[in-house]
């Protein structure tokens, strides 16, 4: 399986997805136009590359869970 290393910034597009399960990459930062995901309930990024809490989530105001078990997360 090929793992994705980021994500096209028209994944902001995608205004009324719900749940998305971007887990198991290689992900390191997630494009600005993510913020655009506001309905978004449900966002799997387990087990990537992440140091930080990517701040596009933040603006998430919908988002109920978020999984980022398994990263090089360091501090909260």
Do not use: A, Q, W
Not at 1 to 24: A, M
Not at 40 to 62: C, T, W, Y
């Amino acid at each position: 399986r090929k793992k994705l290393r980021n994500l096209n910034p028209e994944v902001g597009c995608l205004e009324n997805i719900e749940r998305l399960n971007l887990g198991y990459n290689k992900l390191k930062e997630l494009p600005s136009t993510f913020r655009n995901l506001r309905k978004l309930k449900s966002l799997d990024l387990s087990n990537n590359l992440f140091k930080e809490i990517p701040n596009e989530v933040f603006d998430l105001s919908n988002l109920e869970v978020l999984d980022l078990r398994y990263n090089r997360i360091r501090y909260i």
